[in-house]
């Protein structure tokens, strides 16, 4: 038998088991993953042998198998540094491509809070938003950030949220900021226009991880008369970044 095929199996059965949890199981003992699976038990009690033994899975007092959720876990802080480290270099191509001011931000309840940023001489920003949280209902990241979550999620995270108004252009509403969001899923990209404050203009991607959750959006910020006529090749630059940073974060489309 070949090594390959060996490894084949050994993911089979380490799946079964994460499949017998979505469907409410704790988990299962060797018999129950080989009907699942539809395969002989002494060779996929050797597979969950070998899952225990690697750390994907540990066994049960009950002699049943279950993931062994610290890997999740590990694979979850690997994320959180790639995120800042990968996401610097992210920011620092961004900005030195558009000559704009380029921002990472994360959802921290109804707020968005910037982790990271790149912020050229050009920009004629002045500074740093680095740990300030900003309404997520207005702010430059926060369609992109509640890019994929259901509508009955979004509803729930602006459930105690007044929609004060910061620009000229702030949404009035949830629904308001929903059509938005929904224009800009059809779109690729986010347009905040003079939502934040007057005359501010951004555009923003949302960033995935290897579970292909979104964990935080890619944004440029800048002055709307010289962002908003070049908005076309700043997308364009934009979403190439954001696509290259989801890739360091193990996420495949």
């Known amino acids: ?8 199996r050994g993911i089979q059965a380490l799946l079964a088991v994460g499949e017998r949890h979505t469907r409410g199981f704790p988990g299962g003992s060797a018999a129950e993953v080989a009907a699942d699976l539809d395969r002989d038990r002494s060779q996929v009690s050797r597979s969950l042998r070998t899952g225990g033994q690697e750390g994907f899975l540990a066994r049960t007092a009950a002699r049943t198998y279950v993931l062994d959720w610290s890997v999740f876990t590990d694979a979850q802080l690997l994320t959180e540094r790639r995120l800042q480290a990968d996401g610097a270099t992210a920011l620092d191509a961004l900005a030195a491509g558009t000559n704009e001011a ?6 921290r309840g109804d707020s968005t809070v910037t982790i990271g940023e790149s912020v050229p001489a050009g920009s004629n920003l002045v500074g740093s938003w680095l740990g300030r949280p900003y ?3 207005c702010s430059d990241a926060g369609q992109a950030v509640l890019w994929e979550a259901p509508e009955e999620e979004v509803r729930s995270v602006f459930s105690q949220v007044v929609f004060t108004r910061h620009g000229p252009n702030t949404p009035a509403s949830v629904d308001e900021f929903l059509a938005r969001r929904e ?5 690729g990209y986010s347009i905040v226009d003079e ?17 292909g959750d979104v964990v935080a ?3 440029i910020v800048g002055i709307k008369d010289r962002l908003e006529p070049r908005r076309e090749p700043c997308a364009a630059a934009l979403m190439a970044q954001g696509s290259w940073l989801e890739s360091r974060l193990g996420y495949r489309s």
Not at 102 to 107: D, I, Q, T, W, Y
Not at 183 to 187: F, T
Not at 195 to 211: H, I
Request: net charge positive; charged share 20%; hydrophobic share 45%.
């Open 183 to 187: 224009a800009a899923r059809a779109r």
């Open 102 to 107: 380029c921002f990472l931000g994360v959802l």
């Open 135 to 137: 309404p997520a209902y």
């Open 1 to 8: 038998m070949s090594k390959t095929s060996s490894m084949g």
């Open 217 to 219: 959006a890619l944004q």
């Open 195 to 211: 939502e934040a404050e007057p005359g501010l203009y951004s555009l923003a991607v949302p960033v995935r991880d290897f579970k």
